[in-house]
């Protein structure tokens, strides 16, 4: 029998052209898929739950976003300049990044084996060492600009020119003892952390001594200061007897709320 002939070249290179539909026209092109029809800001999104996961899940992290608030606070008690404020931030945002690339490569590890490895090892140690260098250069460029060279009087000679008001001084404290005593809670607390009940310092000890403080720096008179320090260590008794704080608590408390406070009272002029 006779061999049907092959296909020309030309022929035989041509892709299959899709299935005309019943009208003849070309069938219309697929609908999108998810992946194809992501919002342009979804990509942000997720990296805000990236931070969010973060914080949540190390509690380095957390350590490291209360210091970022104090370190900011104290820049603008201190009455820093704008360079300086920026030294700070970029030095503040180099030890957040380490950190969060150190518990990508950690939860990475973990991810591929659970076993011990030296070579997991030599990656999570390299990682935390990454954290260690960045907090030590945060550490060194805080110093330079809180204490270096007669900061501390520089900044007191600063805010005399500034003259800040006693109201600003008291709320400022406030919200240092807040994030301070908020800190040594994260960091002293195993699991879950209540920053309003217990903990490893009494908050409403230091608010009490710093009061106590602004009644001593404002009113000048020994009964007013006595009485002051007197309602102070009631309140700070009344949270032993409470059962919420122990006398350690107790006592951190107000040696913050009388440190802050005399470092304060004595940077605001009168």
């Avoid at 020994?222 to 006592?251: P, T, Y």
């Amino acid at each position: 029998m006779k061999k049907p002939d092959a296909e020309p070249p030309e022929r035989a290179l041509e892709t299959p052209s899709e299935p005309p539909s019943r009208n003849g026209e070309a069938e219309p092109p697929a609908p999108e898929t998810p992946a194809q029809r992501r919002h342009p800001l979804e990509g942000f999104r997720y990296a805000l739950e990236g931070i969010v996961a973060v914080v949540r899940t190390q509690r380095h992290m957390r350590f490291h976003f209360i210091s970022v608030v104090l370190v900011l606070l104290m820049g603008l008690l201190f009455r820093l300049d704008k360079r300086e404020m920026l030294v700070l931030l970029f030095t503040i945002s180099i030890v957040l990044i380490a950190e969060m690339f150190n518990s990508a490569i950690e939860a990475t590890v973990d991810l591929v084996t659970e076993e011990y490895h030296p070579k997991a090892k030599f990656a999570k140690d390299i990682a935390a060492g990454a954290v260690l260098v960045a907090t030590l250069n945060a550490v060194v460029v805080a110093w330079v600009l809180f204490m270096g060279d007669l900061r501390l009087e520089q900044i007191r000679l600063r805010m005399e020119r500034a003259e800040p008001t006693l109201a600003v001084a008291v709320t400022i404290g406030i919200i240092l003892i807040f994030v301070i005593v908020s800190l040594v809670k994260v960091l002293a607390t195993q699991g879950k952390v209540r920053l309003f009940h217990g903990g490893a310092m009494s908050g409403h000890a230091a608010l009490g001594f710093f009061f106590a403080m602004a009644i001593i720096v404002v009113s000048g008179d020994l009964l007013a200061s006595v009485l002051a320090l007197l309602l102070a260590a009631l309140i700070a008794q009344s949270r032993v007897d409470a059962d919420i704080h122990s006398w350690r608590e107790v006592v951190l408390g107000s040696l913050l709320g009388v440190g802050l406070g005399a470092l304060i009272f004595w940077l605001t002029p009168r």
